[in-house]
């Protein structure tokens, strides 16, 4: 796959009557397999963001096939698969706006996205707080609760520290792109950037602070470890955010 470049990508679609015929593949595809409808983008016209468009393809055409489900250290619950293309007929009704608009209508839609992952880490890393809590409160070592060490007091305030700046940075970001604000762009980026880093660290050290209970499939806290670690991957990598920040930053 383009991964990261994505006006890269080479899946293409050429007219023919009523048609496009699509060929071509697509990795990583959360919900590949089980999605009914596909929201593809691939390449009409020359190389460039100017030769991407969008197309509605649905599951059942033929020449639409899926590769083996991935096996992924987290985000189970949700099957990826490789989309495939062979041939496959897609009406030119299935449009999505005009060709060309492709690449713009993709990357509209990153900034909802990159909030919603940024969302998600944030609830992970509140939800490994409240473990750690209960935790550090019921699990003694050398006679006390570990909940007396002040070294673990002080690494809880930090982890609470970073959450709600993380929770305000995701909070401002929305407010900025639901008002279409010409920073919006930024924060969003802003907004994945810290929020993923930070809750994946917070999730981190809650599962250290879990000793090796943590570790164990039988505690939740090893699960947000496990699943928030992508966040810092999908949605545009956490270097690409970087990218577009100081872009941003540097330009006006």
Same mark, same amino acid.
């Given at each position: 796959?383009?991964?990261?470049?994505?006006?890269?990508?080479?899946t293409?679609?050429?007219?023919?009557g009523?048609?496009?015929? #699509? *060929? +071509?593949?697509?990795?990583? %595809?959360?919900?590949?397999?089980?999605?009914?409808? =596909?929201?593809?983008?691939?390449r /009409?016209?020359?190389?460039?963001p100017?030769?991407?468009?969008?197309?509605?393809?649905?599951k059942?055409t033929?020449?639409?096939?899926?590769?083996?489900?991935?096996?992924?250290?987290?985000?189970?619950?949700?099957?990826?698969?490789?989309?495939?293309?062979?041939?496959c007929?897609?009406?030119?009704?299935?449009?999505?706006?005009?060709?060309?608009?492709?690449?713009?209508?993709?990357?509209?839609? #990153? *900034? +909802?996205?990159?909030?919603? %992952?940024?969302?998600?880490?944030?609830?992970?890393? =509140?939800?490994s707080?409240?473990? /750690?809590?209960?935790?550090?409160?019921?699990?003694?070592?050398?006679?006390?609760?570990?909940a007396?060490?002040?070294?673990l007091?002080?690494?809880?305030?930090e982890?609470?520290t970073g959450?709600?700046?993380?929770?305000?940075?995701?909070?401002?970001?929305?407010?900025?792109?639901?008002e279409?604000?010409?920073?919006?762009?930024t924060?969003?980026?802003?907004?994945?950037?810290?929020?993923?880093?930070e809750?994946f660290?917070?999730?981190?050290?809650?599962?250290?602070?879990?000793?090796?209970?943590?570790?164990?499939?039988?505690?939740a806290?090893?699960?947000?470890?496990r699943?928030?670690?992508v966040?810092?991957i999908?949605?545009?990598?956490?270097e690409?955010?970087?990218?577009?920040?100081?872009?941003?930053?540097l330009?006006?």
């Amino acid at each position: 796959g383009s991964g990261s470049d994505a006006a890269s990508l080479i899946t293409t679609a050429k007219r023919d009557g009523d048609c496009y015929i #699509l *060929n +071509g593949s697509k990795a990583f %595809i959360s919900g590949g397999g089980e999605t009914d409808l =596909y929201v593809l983008m691939c390449r /009409t016209g020359n190389t460039g963001p100017k030769g991407i468009s969008c197309l509605l393809v649905e599951k059942g055409t033929p020449g639409l096939s899926f590769g083996k489900k991935e096996k992924k250290v987290g985000w189970n619950s949700q099957p990826t698969r490789a989309v495939i293309f062979e041939d496959c007929a897609v009406p030119v009704s299935n449009l999505i706006g005009k060709e060309g608009d492709g690449f713009s209508i993709a990357m509209n839609g #990153l *900034n +909802g996205g990159r909030i919603n %992952i940024a969302s998600c880490s944030v609830g992970a890393a =509140y939800a490994s707080i409240l473990l /750690t809590q209960d935790h550090l409160k019921v699990r003694k070592q050398f006679g006390k609760p570990l909940a007396n060490s002040q070294y673990l007091q002080f690494k809880l305030a930090e982890m609470a520290t970073g959450l709600v700046a993380a929770r305000l940075m995701v909070r401002n970001a929305a407010a900025a792109l639901q008002e279409g604000r010409q920073d919006a762009v930024t924060l969003c980026a802003m907004a994945k950037l810290f929020a993923t880093d930070e809750c994946f660290t917070i999730c981190n050290q809650a599962l250290q602070m879990h000793g090796g209970y943590g570790y164990l499939k039988d505690y939740a806290v090893q699960q947000f470890v496990r699943d928030t670690r992508v966040h810092q991957i999908l949605e545009g990598t956490n270097e690409v955010m970087r990218m577009l920040i100081s872009k941003n930053l540097l330009n006006d």
